[in-house]
């Protein structure tokens, strides 16, 4: 007999979701049994009751294997994660062009973030809101060196927040580029319970300001991506605990794409905040790490739906509504993010869970200069109360990359969960077993971009289990290839105008992988173009989204 | 109990769980720099008591502090609060004008911080809702309308200053302006939509701005921002209070109530109400787990069987549920 446990429980407590799943042994790996998921609200015991009730019926010999069924439940290990809400970040600098630096850096950082500047607020409105009791962290930067426009102002702001400092001893703050040189202000900061870091200035800062990131990369000969941000870094750690799946989310892409050796990019739209990574699988031995960025401004539905937020969702919806019955219904969805799912509610939430990607995808423009990835996994619980076959159709309906990429699903949210393994061979061991399990294949998207519209521009012919099916493509549309999960084709594509699908050419073979969407090879604008007038713009959005969606007018 | 009942009474745990009542809740006040606070922790505190002295339209000066005063940021001089200390000359929040801050509860202060907040130990049990907006605020309760009613602003007389009025479902924000100004304290509705939300908060920062300012008014919205009805248990809780002192406060946003002699209703624990959907707003006892429905649209969603007052049953997402404790 063996005290090694044969199966253990993933809890993953969202915001608005709380995951469920069961883990065993079989066949000497560790694979997914079963899954629930449930709004955040409810108890967690009954549910792992219920998912071993259906484990057990389902298949009795299994169970009896793992050692889950009976009074065994509750002697399952357990391994938990839990998102707290996003805290808050006052971030306070000399001039306005260094503000939208760190704001942006901070912005995907995991904080919710309050910004001002010398030069736009005055010190009383400053120091009222760093003293606010809401703020639970303090950013204060300068350029390094400091730029003309902001010399003056920063010794005079180092001694505003020193005194704030000196007010509320438990704030961690964090001093960034020039802004470390004023470090003495503080006096002993030994003796005070709040850490005073000191951190560099914020790349996109010293460069021109959050449009300098986009410069910077586009700039680099070598790169498809920025630099390591070491402000970024630090205020990510800052933010969120190591264990915190949102943060966890980084090293579980990158052990995917390792054990894969894929590059992979995951985008988890949750209720608090939507999380981006993307990795390379590591290469000659060298570990790589994954480009992380967590944003609470693009949560599916922000605390307080603005004009900004309602006119995304607007943009987007499916459903005639007006400003104010919108902003309603987004305020019920923060409230009660699991009610009124069905129906209308789903078409509001993939209208939400689209506008939350364009405020992603804003906010982390430098991930879209890099090729497409060879994989692209979807997460976050607003996926799980809408079609799967949708999913990737509402991404690539935002995030618009010429290329060719498969899409999965996170479907039983374990991602978070594995990610946070401390131990990083152990992650990879789990991973490695679990990986086919944890994700839902959705199917394959081939974007080719550069097309002339108004006629065909081309044909594409898919060779698959010894058949090919030749169709036409006419630009501006969707077609749509039934390719059953598991099945894997190659797609030969002859235009008539030379187009970028990763590469300019006329010919392209691209291997793809079937799902539940099949394969998508969408022919639409790169960026999309939509109609100006709402009618005409929810008509076409619902006839692209109805090819996907069985069963939607039921 | 059976086996099968027991499992039923298990899997209600899978329905969220609203709590109604809470004890030992702890309420924020927020400052602002040259607010002066006239507590100190520890204190005990009565409702009514003033608290703080709020700035009104607070202003920065400088002046020198002389060093042998020893003076630190947050300290007071005549002019206001101390900031901070700029080339030898410290900037100062103050003004002339001030207002008091009235605790509307009674509890212990357990935390001062000038220009940031007070914290009071609330004594008495709480009732929490979704927002509250203006206040802090208190008076007698009054339950004026039915849990899915609603109030019209030609039902408010001047007979009903002083109270706090549970208004049903929905109320607009003409109805909420006129009953400030007749002198109502606050109101609880089930739901307040975005529109009248907007408007309210406009007239109140008006009011507010305005020289001759009415007393402290808040609206407690108690379930979001549709029409919704109040929850049975939620009414019946609130009707067992009519006539009793009561509090809103926003930070948290709920209702506060010191009625140790009160025993309050309590619902009978497999009572579910349906939160959403097309049958949102209505009651029934909780029937079992079915496992996953297919509902409008083509989505399959995790359902428990809800058996309603006449009998029939059905099955509901189990997210559109919630159970009470």
Redesign the interface.
Known sequence: MTTEPRAFLTIDHGAATSSVALIGRAGGAWRLIGTLALPAGADVDPAIDLLVRRVVAADPLLSETLGVGGSNVEALPRFEVRSRPPRRLAVVAGSERTLAGLVHIAGRSGWSVLGASAEGMDPLAMTRLLLDHGIEAILVGAADPPRADERSAIRELATLVAAVAGRRPELPIVLSGAMSEALDAFGDVAARPGEILLAPAAQAMSRGGARGLARAVASRPDADEPAADPLGELLLELALPADDPRRAIGPATQALADVLDRRVETIVLGHDAAVRAAADPAAGGVAATARLAVVPAAAVAPEEPDDAVVDGVLLWSTVPADRHRLRDRMRELRIAPWADAAGEGAALRMAAARAALVRLAGVTADFDRAPAPDLVVAGGGVWSAVPAPTVALAIVDVIRRPGASQYALDHARLLGALGAIPDPRERLAVMTDLADDLLAPLGSVVTPAGLRSGRSAGSVVVHADGAATEMELIPGGLELVDLPPGQTAVAEFRFRDRVRLGARGRHFAVDVAGGLGGLLVDLRDVPLRLPERADRRRDLLAAWQAALWQGQDA | MSVATEAVA?????????RLIDGGVEV?F?L???DRPLVAAGESVLAGAPIAERVRD???TDRVVLASAEP???ERVPEGEL????RGRW?I?GGEVTESLETPVAGIVREV?????IVIRASGRAMHG?VALGGPSAGHLHVAAGGDGELRAGGLDVGLAGTILVVGSRIEAETLTRARAMGVRGIIVGGL???ERRDFLASERRQRAALHRLPPYAVLVL????RRPIASPVLDILSALEGREVAIVSDPPMLLFDAPDVDLPVPRPDLVRI???QL?GSEGTWAG?VGPR??????H??AGAVRFEDGSVMAV????L?RFD
């Open positions: 298990a899997d209600l745990g899978l329905v969220s769980r609203r924020t927020p602002a720099p040259g607070a202003q920065l630190r940021p947050g900031l901070f200390d700029w900037r929040a911080r000038a220009g940031t907040a979704i939509a975005s529109k379930e979001g921002a549709v939160r959403g959907g949102g787990v297919r509902f409008a649209g083509g989505i969603l995790e997402p189990l997210g559109d919630e």
